[in-house]
T-cell receptor, first 114, second 113 residues
Framework: GENVEQHPSTLSVQEGDSAVIKCTYS??????FPWYKQELGKGPQLIID?????GEKKDQRIAVTLNKTAKHFSLHITETQPEDSAVYFC?????????????FGRGTQLTVWP | DAGVTQSPTHLIKTRGQQVTLRCSPK?????VSWYQQALGQGPQFIFQ???????QRGNFPDRFSGHQFPNYSSELNVNALLLGDSALYLC????????????FGNGTRLTVT
């Protein structure tokens, strides 16, 4: 099956700085890559996703880039705010299927200091 | 518009017991997936239900079983609980077809003592 690696495991930034989280995947057939934000006591919340026919996608302060050749994708958060503090997970789908099976990374604890 | 709802929010069971967790999908969704999230880890896929049938299964033993009802709600059953089953159990719903993202509930925190 798919194997998703995520780095770093923890990330601390000053408010207003940028944060970057990187993930790699192993199965070249994967073609859907969502990012989830999980706050304490809550379930993961989808914040942005990208498909393999797109190299970059942006939504306000959040952007995701995908390099299919190198099999890695990254989350970029600009102008970070304290409310961005949470655990972020990257994921990849199961060989491009529509069955909803996702393989998750181990998460990045992002802390934004005021 | 209600999102994915799960019950109960917390549960404490003793080793060897059985547990049932419940999930109502987001309005308009017909597919339910269950994930297990151990402390400090990413969610791991248990199985998925569509049209009241298990459509795909992850690497979990037969002690884990499920059911989907005609109204698309779902149950996760775990028999013969082990200490290692302690985790956050997440339900996620989606609609059939390419491109439907998963929406997660807030989970049920199961503690096995």
């Amino acid at each position: 099956g798919e194997n998703v690696e995520q780095h770093p495991s923890t990330l601390s930034v000053q408010e207003g700085d940028s944060a970057v989280i990187k993930c790699t995947y192993s199965d070249s057939a994967s073609n859907y890559f969502p990012w989830y934000k999980q706050e304490l006591g809550k379930g993961p919340q989808l914040i942005i996703d990208i498909r393999s026919n797109v190299g970059e996608k942006k939504d306000q302060r959040i952007a995701v880039t995908l390099n299919k050749t190198a099999k890695h994708f990254s989350l970029h958060i600009t102008e970070t705010q304290p409310e961005d503090s949470a655990v972020y997970f990257c994921a990849a789908d199961d060989r491009g299927s529509t069955l909803g099976r996702l393989y998750f990374g181990r998460g990045t604890q992002l802390t934004v200091w005021p | 518009d209600a999102g994915v709802t799960q019950s109960p929010t917390h549960l404490i069971k003793t080793r060897g017991q059985q547990v049932t967790l419940r999930c109502s999908p987001k309005s308009g969704h017909d597919t339910v997936s269950w994930y297990q999230q151990a402390l400090g880890q990413g969610p791991q896929f248990i199985f998925q239900y569509y049209e009241e049938e298990e459509r795909q299964r992850g690497n979990f033993p037969d002690r884990f079983s499920g059911h989907q009802f005609p109204n698309y709600s779902s149950e996760l059953n775990v028999n013969a609980l082990l200490l290692g089953d302690s985790a956050l159990y997440l339900c996620a719903s989606s609609s059939t077809g390419v491109g439907s993202p998963l929406h997660f509930g807030n989970g049920t925190r199961l503690t096995v003592t």
